[in-house]
């Protein structure tokens, strides 16, 4: 290794290239570096955790197969632990959307372990003839195995920290659901009023589609937890010991405390990025389900005189700079707008996992880098949407069922006693005049006060169970044949 003022002189098969003295990244990493200036992000936090830990993981099973000194596994194993308490991120360098499958960044973990790992032995960085980042950091090992694995691990962190802040919001809506059981608001068909609805059900209905995600969410972790390690180049395992092969998914799970588990073939594991898919579509229906109920809180909180005005939510920030009290329904827009991101994700992962050949897919690291952003920002977006808006809404309870009181819509449930038709002629009346259903009803005698209160309580329109509906239609049916034939015995 040679040394010229501030850089040293690192070799590879590419050629000689000069490389700051100081850094633990090595020429590989370099030329990575100045090839792929794509995305001007730096590799995601916990990818560089996952990657150590598979790295020391590697280290621990290649010194109990008897291919690793104790004091290279011992240094290397030391430099893994500091990368995983934070140290050293500064020298994971390469962009995260880069050519090669990969390999920049396996290569990148490499050369800062390795050299890390000599310092620690005693020596200067770059003197790879004590520890070398191929042969000794890498052994048993290939990009093909390794960058996957690292993946799939970062991924099922993120999703574990994305579901339980699903759960959380589920659990805020439930109690919502409780708060607002007893508001009777007006239920709307293709944005038209229909029946009415207690504004309880509305946020039961919300939880139990959170709920659906959640489960989605396991799923979609069961899929990240089954890795192709071991299996190196192409699955075949070539270069990897068999003691190795059968022992790495038992160490990488201790490391990382989760449960990990190899794949049954290791050939399909490395050629086949469906589970990245599945994982993707699991957040894409997520974000649809969150940009529904956003919708629907900017609709119901709209006005909040001029709109619906059902709802008021949480006034977080001034809406405006220049109409002064103007309050914007600012976290449900900002959850809409993760749901879009995560929609263009989705149909990049799509493209990328379908364009592999044979035996892998060079396209892993765009598909990590959407998949990554989709899922931490589901997790920011739920965080922000429970803290900042779903606690604090309220209901304007009288304004609603002033609406309800106040709607064509509620004709529907006399239908069955008068028949559509002439519930329909009421309704046209109700909407060409202003007045009230219930006059109109009271008025063509087409039922009497007992009735209309019965038959039209909002509360009894939101549940099923007409008690009593044939016997009452009879009656009414009874009554005005008896009232036809006075009629027509009249007449004669």
């Known amino acids: 290794m040679e040394e010229t003022e501030g850089y040293r002189l690192e070799k590879d098969s590419i050629g000689e290239k000069l490389v700051p003295a100081d850094a633990y990244y090595g020429v590989q990493t370099l030329r990575a570096y100045e090839n792929f200036r794509i995305s001007g992000y730096r590799l995601h936090p916990e990818m560089i955790r996952s990657l150590a830990q598979i790295k020391k993981a590697c280290a621990k099973t290649n010194f109990e197969s008897g291919e690793l000194p104790e004091e290279k596994e011992q240094a290397i194993m030391q430099a893994c632990d500091e990368i995983m308490d934070g140290k050293y991120a500064d020298q994971f360098i390469v962009d995260p959307i880069q050519g090669g499958a990969g390999t920049s960044i396996n290569m990148n973990a490499n050369e800062v372990i390795a050299n890390r790992a000599i310092e620690i032995l005693g020596g200067r960085k770059g003197d790879y003839k004590l ?23 970062t991924a099922l962190k993120l999703l574990i920290q994305a579901r339980a802040q699903l759960a959380r919001l589920a659990e805020a809506l439930d109690r919502k659901s409780e708060e607002f059981d007893g508001v009777i608001k007006m239920g709307r068909t293709q944005l038209q009023d229909a029946v009415p609805i207690r504004l309880g059900q509305e946020f039961a209905a919300y939880a139990a589609v959170v709920r659906r995600d ?31 092969e059968h022992a790495i998914v038992r160490n990488l799970s201790e490391i990382t405390g989760l449960e990990l588990r190899q794949a049954s073939d290791l050939i399909d594991a490395t050629q086949n990025l469906d589970g990245f898919v599945a994982v993707s579509a699991a957040t894409k229906t997520c974000a649809v ?119 064509v819509g509620i004709i529907t449930a006399a239908a069955p006693y008068i028949g559509y038709m002439k519930a329909a002629s009421v309704a046209k009346e109700a909407m060409k005049t202003g007045k009230p259903v219930k006059e109109i009803l009271l008025s063509s005698h087409l039922m009497d006060q007992k009735e209309v209160v019965a038959i039209l309580d909002p509360r009894r329109m939101t549940k099923p169970g007409i008690k009593g509906l044939v016997k009452m239609r009879k009656l009414r049916t009874g009554r005005i044949d008896s009232i036809r034939r006075k009629h027509r015995k009249n007449d004669q």
């Open 131 to 153: 520890v070398n980042p191929n042969d000794d950091v890498n052994f048993g090992q290939s990009t093909n195995d390794i960058f996957p694995s690292c993946g799939k691990i």
């Open 214 to 244: 959640v489960r989605r969410f396991d799923n979609a972790e069961r899929e990240m937890r089954t890795l192709n390690i071991g299996g190196t180049a192409i699955g075949t395992g070539i270069n990897a010991d068999v003691k190795y």
């Open 289 to 407: 389900s969150l940009s529904k109920i956003a919708n629907d809180l900017r609709l119901m909180s709209s006005g909040p005189y001029c709109g619906f005005g059902e709802i008021n939510l949480p006034a977080k920030q001034n809406g405006s700079s220049i109409m002064p009290g103007k309050v914007n329904p600012v976290i449900p827009e900002v959850v809409n707008q993760v749901a879009f991101n995560v929609f263009g994700n989705d149909v990049t992962i799509q493209c990328a996992a379908e364009a592999g050949q044979l035996e892998l897919n060079a396209f892993e690291p765009i598909i990590f880098y959407n998949l990554f952003h989709s899922i931490e920002q589901i997790r920011n977006a739920v965080s922000t949407f429970i803290d900042n808006c779903i606690v604090g809404i309220t209901a304007n309870q009288e304004h609603c069922e002033d609406l309800v009181n106040h709607s």
